[in-house]
Structures are given as C-alpha cells and as structure tokens.
C-alpha cells in the first residue's frame, strides 16, 4: 500500500518544508496535480514546478496531469524530473500514443478516468499502463466529498487485472480519509491520494499513518 499526499493542499509559499514533512512522514509518492484552466475549472502550475521539487524530495513524483491534450507537454515533465505522468483518457482523442510517449521517455505511465467515465473506455490501453488512477471526485479542487459509487469501478478494475494478469497498480483520488480509505483498499486500491485530510490537519505525518493504519486494519 502506498500513501500519496497531495501537494495541492499544501502551504506555496513554504513548499519544500511540507514536502519534508510527508517525506519524514512516511509518505510513499508525492502527487503533484498539474491543472490548465480548460480541462478542469482551475490552475496550478506546471514542468518547473516539478523540477523545482526533483532536488528537494526524493519520494516518486507523481504528476496528474489535467490538461487538454497532455501529449504536448510529456517531453517537458519528464526533463523536469517526473517519476509518473498519468493522463486522462478525456484529455486527449490519442490516448494510446500519449502513453506509449511517456513510456519511451523513460517514465512510468497511468491513466485516469473522471467519475462519469466507464472503463470500457481505458480497456485497450490496460496491457500499457502501470498505474489506473480512478477519480473519487470530480477533478479540479481538493477537499470534496468521496463518491462512494466509484468503488464498484475500482472493484471491477481489479477484477479485470487480475483476470487478464495485468500488472498496474490502483490508485485512487478524492475525498480520501480515515473515513473512506477502508473501503477503498478493501476494493482493491494500492495508492491512496490525499490532499485535505494530509495537509488540512496540525501533524500530516500522523495523518498518514494513520491512513496507512486503517487500510491494513482486518476489522
Ligand atoms: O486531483 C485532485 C483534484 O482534482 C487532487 O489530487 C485531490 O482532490 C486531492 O484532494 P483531496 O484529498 O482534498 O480531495
Ligand atoms: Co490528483
């Protein structure tokens, strides 16, 4: 099990003190989510701020990319130090080429499909990939509310992998927290993505472990 805590709930003006602290923490990936303003209603940053982070962490950085057709930027991220570039399947009429481009540079490639999104729209592309992330939310903000008719999707995801024996792994966005991650992991998720619930809290350290406590728990 995996622990990414988004940056996207951290302090911008003291970035590299809240990467340390997660890293410290015990985090496993650092999810950096990269926004245009035309895919998703809002924007954040782009290739250098990824490069600004490579010499400061040495956790996996893990950049989702909501951005119209992602394939213009792959070269430009994985310079700047990306560990993951996962793109949305919405994003772009050339998905398959897309990923094969984050392959060939070097990086590990995920997709990812929006709440209202079915599967059978990524299904070509599952032999490809090393990583499926499934929004729990709608894309384009941090602290909403957990979708819980997403976990049908990631149990039917990890079905599919294990019929086929594909070898991504799961991962899940939105809405992630001590209530939501049980369920979450019990449907078959590996990478648990939290923003708010990390962040939001006075000791983030904490807040992983304990995410990482509850997912393990048998009960
Ligand atoms: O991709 C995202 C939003 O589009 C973020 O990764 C996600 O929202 C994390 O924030 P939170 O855990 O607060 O929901
Ligand atoms: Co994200």
Do not use: W
């Amino acid at each position: 099990m995996k622990i990414a805590p988004s940056i996207l709930n951290a302090d911008f003006a003291n970035l590299a003190h809240d990467v340390q602290v997660v890293e410290n923490g015990g985090a496993d990936y650092l999810h950096v989510d990269i926004m245009d303003g035309q895919f998703v209603p809002n924007i954040t940053f782009g290739p250098s701020m990824v490069a600004a982070l490579r010499p400061v962490t040495k956790l996996v950085l893990d950049c989702h990319l909501m951005i119209e057709a992602p394939e213009r930027f792959v070269a430009d991220f994985a310079k700047a130090g990306a560990d993951i570039l996962t793109l949305h399947v919405e994003s772009t009429p050339h998905i398959y080429r897309a990923l094969q481009m984050v392959k060939a540079a070097g990086v590990k490639a995920g997709v990812v499909v929006n709440p209202g999104t079915p599967l059978e729209m990524i299904k070509n592309v599952l032999p490809l990939v090393d990583q499926v992330l499934v929004m729990t939310v709608n894309p384009g903000f941090g602290g909403q509310e957990f979708l819980p008719a997403m976990l049908s999707k990631v149990k039917r995801l990890d079905q599919l992998r294990q019929t086929n024996d594909y070898q991504f792994e799961i991962e899940v966005d939105g809405g992630i927290s001590n209530e939501t991650v049980k369920a979450c992991s019990d449907a078959g998720t590996d990478v648990f993505v939290a923003g708010s619930y990390v962040y939001g809290a006075a000791d983030p350290a904490q807040q992983i472990q304990t995410l990482r406590n509850i997912a393990a728990s048998n009960d």
